[in-house]
Structure formats: C-alpha cells, structure tokens
C-alpha cells in the first residue's frame, strides 16, 4: 500500500469507458486551420498539496494508525510522538501570503475529520473553539483566492460508518480510507460517502468544486469513483464542472487533465468531471515531513534540469505535488524553503512561458479546450461552447484582416468587442490578440453557448 499510487492516467482511462477522446491536434501533427491551445500560450502551473487541514499535523496522528492497520511495516514504527501535534496557523500564513505575492495557485486540502482528532464544524479537541474558528477564517481569507479546497475524504484515516459518524472497527486495511474498499461497492454509496465529507466544508463556509483521494481510495472502483465525484460535488455544492485529483503522471505519460463521463454537452446540464493529475512524485519533506528535502527534482537552481523543467518545454500541465507536513517538516520548514526555489528558479527562466492556475481553473480550461466546437466561417470563427472559459486562447492559420472582435450569438447585428493587438506572444492575455507569422493568435473570455470571433 502506497501513501498516493503513482498510477498513470493512462491507466485511468483503460478503466473509464466514458472518457472523452482528445480532439485537439498535437504540435507533431498537421496544424489545423483553427484550434484552441494553451492558456495565453502558456504552460499551466499549478501546487498540489495533500494531507492539510486545519491546524492538526497529520503525519503526528495519522501513524500510530497506519501502523495499528499495518503491524510490521517499517515505515509506520517512526518517533510520531516527538513531532509536533500541531502546524501553526503562522505558518498556513507565512506560506499563503509568500504564495500569493509569487502568483502560486493550486489546491489545498482539508481533512473534514483530520485523522479521527475532531470534527471541523464542530469541535476539535485539544483546541479551543475560537482557535478552530480562527484557523477557518484564515483559511477563507487567505487560501481559497488562490487555492481550491478539497476534502480529501472523511479522516484520511480510519472508515466512518455514515449512520454512527464512528470509525469502523477492527482497524485494517479493509477499515481505512487509504485503502478503501477492498471490493467493488455501489456508485451510491461511494457517492454518499464523498458527499459526507463535502458537507463538513460546506458547514465550515469553505467553497468546493473537488475531491482529493487519500493514497488508495478508489483502487477497485475507479470508473464509480469519477461518477461519484461528479453526483457528490454537483449535489453539494452545485458545481457546474467538478473534477477530482487522484492520480500521478510519470515519465512519458501525458499530463493533460482526462475528460470523464461526458454526456448532455447539447443541454443546459452538460456533465463531465475532470480527472486532473499531477506531473511530479512527493520531494520535499514527504507525508510525514521527516524526509530529506530534494526540491531540485522539481527544478535546479537555475530550472535547466528537473521535472518541472522537463514539462514545461514539453509544453503539458506542470504540476506540483506535496504534503502538507513536508512543507512544515515539524518546524524546520526545510521542505518550504526548498519550494520556493524551486518556484523562483522557475520564475527566472520561464516567466513569459508559463501561467499559475487553480486546479479547477485548469480543468475548466480543458473542458473548452476539448468541448468547445469549432468552426470557420468566411469572416473568422463560430464557437460553440458547453462552458464558459476565461482567458480561452485559439490559433487561426491565416493572419487577420482587420482587429479581432468577438460577440455573442451569431446574429450580425449582434454586440462585438474589439480585441486589442500586442506585438509579442508573451504579451498575450484576456481581450488581446497577435500577428505569429501567418497565423493569428486571440485570447478572450469564451461565453457559454454560441460566439463568432471575427478576423
């Protein structure tokens, strides 16, 4: 059992049958007369870090667990209890105001039932209640802007029975969420079962649009698991377009975000759930923060060799992942100092090349990148899109005859706004347009439903 299978996306799609094929055309094929492409012609970026929540360490509380369901296993008999209990609220703001002034987006979970301590709408022992409330309110204030929350189930520990709210019993691995279930189970109740931990942040006023698995969660059931994730966000929260984060591309897999489930795309309700990887294994302080920080895996110090180097000149989603007690690393912040020279040495070299996103802003972008249909007419571009997209970027192979003006409907009378020329790629942004030698680059907010972009 692994803390986060390192499982393809590959290997997702092998066991999603719904999933939607790609229809944008790859750099190595013939181009296409018109096409969406990246965001602002830029690699998306984004930080993905597990195992957080309100102020309990979860690499103290969730061993001794672990190692009750796993006796034996060597990599639970560590000194859990000289690690602090706690990762400070100090900290959570140290690191989101460093974050926010870098332009670092991503998703930040938060455990409902962190490792059996407590519950986040209600009480968390060991803590006053205005610490928890406090700590609540720095995660709104502070967080959510950049970051998307998800739950990353009930406890990340121990299996909750839905009827008690007690932990199931005997612990094993059949009993714990990491490795949770052993056998096949009902799309229903895997969805009742999200949906539990979806209302805890709905109680504690977090906004969500996402799940996290914790480690194994789903193993036997990941076609359910992307349904469930879509019903449970959808029924809680309302969410137009849920995704959910389980898996780790490595090595020469793809990192773009797989379309699943796709249906109704003609109606008022077009379902999909996005399955967003990330792109690098766990580096820094490790799930427990007692590991040996290797931040150059990510980037070196001048981002000519590492793994994010790697995905940003092959142009596919460069995304980070973590846990949260090894950005902390029980106080020595040896993991947080590595990170962020990693995102500097990054900023240093490709800074025109690359855009931070949210999670969900990437999976989003994704949709309409994959979804939206495209057709040439004789004086530009119709677009019909399932889903609204800021920022939403296309290549058209043939140079502008006059400033690019977009509007809404395809009616000629209809309202147009003039996009504005830059003279460089790198300059690109929302209402901005290029010459790139004979082809035409426009970057706009994509309306729902039918546009025209006229050239």
Known sequence: MQRREFLTTAAALATTPFACPKTAVRAAEAPTAAEAILPRDRVPLSFIIDDSTCLVNMGHFCMPQFAAAWPGRKEYEKPWKSWPREIPDAFVRQ?????SEHGVKGKYSIVPNPACVGWLDRELPGWARH???????????????????????????????????RPLEPANP???????????????????????????????????????????????????????????????????????????????ESTEPRLEHVR??????????????AGTGDWFGGWDGVQVSQGHRYANH????????????????????????GMYCNGSLAGFRDFQQVVEAIAGRFAEHTVWMKVSEIARYWAAKELTRLTLTETGLQLQAPFACPGFTVRLSRPAATHPRLGSGIAESAAQTQLSEVSRRSQLASGRWCRDGESTLACFDLPRGTSTLTI
């Open 95 to 99: 690191f989101g105001q460093w974050c």
């Open 264 to 277: 109704d795309l003609d109606t008022n309700s077009p379902r999909v759930v996005v399955n967003v990887p």
């Open 302 to 325: 001048d981002a000519t060799a590492g793994r994010m180097v790697e995905l940003i000149e092959r142009r596919q989603p460069a995304v980070m992942l973590c846990h949260w007690p």
């Open 131 to 165: 610490e928890l409330r406090s700590s609540l309110q720095l995660v709104r204030e502070l967080m959510v802007p950049n970051w998307d929350i998800h739950p990353e189930m009930i406890t990340h520990t121990r299996v909750i029975d839905l009827k008690t709210g």
């Open 174 to 252: 059949s009993t714990m969420e990491n490795s949770f279930p052993q056998k096949p189970i009902s799309t229903d109740f895997l969805t009742e079962y999200l949906a539990y931990a979806l209302r805890i942040l709905r109680n504690c006023e977090l906004p969500c649009e996402g799940v996290t698995t914790p480690g194994g969660f789903g193993n036997q059931v990941k076609t359910e698991l992307g349904l469930a994730a879509f019903d449970a966000v959808r029924d809680v929260y309302g969410s137009e377009l849920p995704h959910y984060f389980k898996y780790v591309s490595s090595g020469e």
